[in-house]
């Protein structure tokens, strides 16, 4: 009896589909555009469970977590939730999107100078999108306004973000900067500031002004769109 429930998973297994059919097999021959997005999880999958081939198991995934994006947003133990995905599985999807998002954004390294709102979103937003909790990002800039570096400040819940001037500009001040931006996510996907967002950044700006270190703008990041303070004029010149 152990013999035959063994082979009635068997059954399921990719390797007993026609090559044709195979997600790995019609990806060398016609692309991953071609694929389903539960057929490319199964090639990171590789393997699925006793009762169900790995694009079973894929789409059980994307169905229980709510698609891509709620796959992004999952910790590795929601992941180990859905039968046939344990934590070496989870590990592979969460370092494959982790790439992903690496492979988005643009370039954004010590010395590179920003010249708009624009360059920033294209680098911070795959980073930000996904996230549950607000991350509240500082960069430094020199009297050039290319990058020394940048640092994250604080990170919060969904709906607080605690962000003192202290911490800010004493990273500042050590780091020599003569400017500052300021970049942070919405988790709701709007990206417009609320009252709290527009008094912190009244009270970073005069607290810059104080120690002679400009605050050049303050970009909020939601779902695919931005604000930029600067942009809008809301900062002063």
Known sequence: MGQSRKNSGRGNAITRWPASERPRERLLRDGPECLS?????????????QDASAVQVAMDLIQ???????????????????????????????????????????????GTRIGSSVELFRHYAPMLRDLRHEVFKVILLDAKHTIIREATVSEGSLTLNIVHPREVFNLAVRESAAAVIFVHNHPSGDPQPSAEDRVLTERLAAAGEVLGIRVLDHVIMGDGKYVSFADKGWLSS
Do not use: F, M, W
């Not at 997005?37 to 999958?45: K, N, P, S, W």
């Not at 709510?66 to 999807?93: F, H, T």
């Open 37 to 49: 997005d539960a057929q490319l999880l199964a090639i990171l999958l590789r393997v699925g469970r």
């Open 64 to 110: 229980q977590v709510d698609g891509l994006q709620g796959l992004s947003n999952r910790g590795v133990e929601e992941l180990c939730c859905v039968p046939g995905i344990g934590p070496a599985k989870a590990a592979q999807l969460k370092a494959a999107l982790e790439l992903g998002k690496r492979a988005l954004a643009t370039p954004l390294s010590t």
